[in-house]
């Protein structure tokens, strides 16, 4: 009996020693409460948010904003926390989901007033980096935000959608307030800001610095222009850029290059000389932000028209990124589209004449474009399309849902 009794008090010993070699994710601090809120409630924060761009982009004239990481993790929280929502239940990622490329597969999306909005969500993550895409970078300016241009900076839209009753239906002082009852924001702003006492622009700041940070720069489109753009001495030039994504406008080569299928490559070649002016995933390459193209001859929503009340707005909405393009469906700002291909089809044959339609888009005489692509064609776009999609599930830990379920 005493030999068991002395076996088992060995195993306990063990047992013991064996749990106490185990590694402790986040050390706890007893001293701390705040930090021990923190803990309590939240996965891990500590990241790195700076974007690593792929050198052929810097080579293009894109340039990564620095990100203070402090700010960008409590932004991270901000971003994901439904209790700061009229009824507890939406958070920005409701609608800006991170396995979505940050929209909704919805054609309206839905808010706490559980009506459907106006307009289709729109992705976050679909830009080279989204501090660096909306950048200034030439006589252009910076591109609007939503679709129709009405805010010029992600503190704007972050106001909007928690003041929307169809969003988040709060006033921002009752936001504000919810900020402060919550325990585990005074660690986060401490790091963040240096004092406890949450303030709106502060907020505001460190939602703009996480979503400023997304970037979606991995597609296998970025991978093949990386590889062709690199040569042994590691200089890449905006020519060679220029090169390798316009390459001679009229081409008879076949054979692609290194690390593009044929079919990618053709439609590279079609998505170039049509479409590339508004829609270029190079956005220094990119000279429309927003036009009319030719969805309706009376459109129901007038876009930016809605806004401006000018004959010359109507039907002219934002010229989106098509980075992550086929994560997002349904497309246009109303959802019209469930498959790329119908989008394919619209371009080929359906474009109206609108009087505000693109010059772009027009023939010389002025008569919409009917591109007529065949069947091999569209099949080809879709191919590219799809490459500038980056498919990887779950998408990045750092930009994922921070609470504890
Ligand atoms: C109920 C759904 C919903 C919620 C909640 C929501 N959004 Fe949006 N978001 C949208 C829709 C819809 C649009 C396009 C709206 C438009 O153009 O009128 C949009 C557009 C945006 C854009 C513009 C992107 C671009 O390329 O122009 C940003 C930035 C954005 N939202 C950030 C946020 C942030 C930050 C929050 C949380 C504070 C948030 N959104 C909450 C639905 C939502
Ligand atoms: C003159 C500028 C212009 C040209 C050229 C153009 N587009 Fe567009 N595109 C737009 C605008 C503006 C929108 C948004 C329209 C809306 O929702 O009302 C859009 C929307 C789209 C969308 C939907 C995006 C989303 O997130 O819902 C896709 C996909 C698209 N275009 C693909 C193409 C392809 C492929 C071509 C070439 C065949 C092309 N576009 C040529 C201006 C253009």
Known sequence: MKRIVLLLACFALLWVGCKEEEPIAIAPDETDPELKAVQRTLLHLDYDYTTNLPRYLLAAGLQPVPVNNAKA???????????????????????????????????????????????????????????????????????????????????????????????????????????????????????????????????????????????????????????????????????????????????????????????????????????SSCHSPIRPFQTVFEACNGLDLEYKDQGKGRRTKKLKDNGVFKCTSLRNVALTPPFMHDGRFKTLREVIDFYSTGIQHHPNLHPLLRNFDGSPKRFNFSEQDKEDLVNFLKMLTDFRPGGDVRFSDPFRR
């Not at 900076?153 to 002082?173: G, K």
């Open 73 to 275: 993790a409590l932004g991270r929280v901000l971003f994901y926390d439904k209790s700061l929502s009229q009824n507890g239940r939406i958070s920005c990622a409701s609608c800006h989901d991170p396995t979505r490329a940050f929209s909704d597969l919805m054609g309206f999306s839905v808010g706490v007033s559980g009506e459907r909005m106006e307009r289709q969500s729109m992705p976050l993550a679909n830009t080279a980096n989204f501090a660096a895409h909306y950048r200034p970078l030439d006589e252009h300016g910076s591109p609007p935000l939503l679709w129709d241009g009405r805010a010029t900076s992600v503190q704007e839209v972050a106001r909007l959608a928690i003041t929307n009753p169809h969003e988040m239906n709060m006033t921002i002082e009752e936001w504000i307030a919810r900020i402060r009852a919550r325990d585990y924001y005074p660690y986060l702003w401490r790091k963040a800001f240096g004092h406890a006492k949450p303030t709106e622009t502060e907020a505001f700041e460190a939602i703009a610095e996480f979503v400023g940070a997304i970037g979606a720069a991995n597609s296998p489109f970025d991978i093949a222009m990386e590889r062709n753009a690199g040569n042994p001495q590691g200089s890449i030039t905006t020519d060679t850029v220029r090169s390798l994504y316009y390459g001679p406008i009229i081409t008879t080569r076949v054979v692609p290059p290194p690390f593009f299928t044929v079919s990618e490559f053709r439609g590279m070649r079609l998505f170039t000389n049509h479409c």
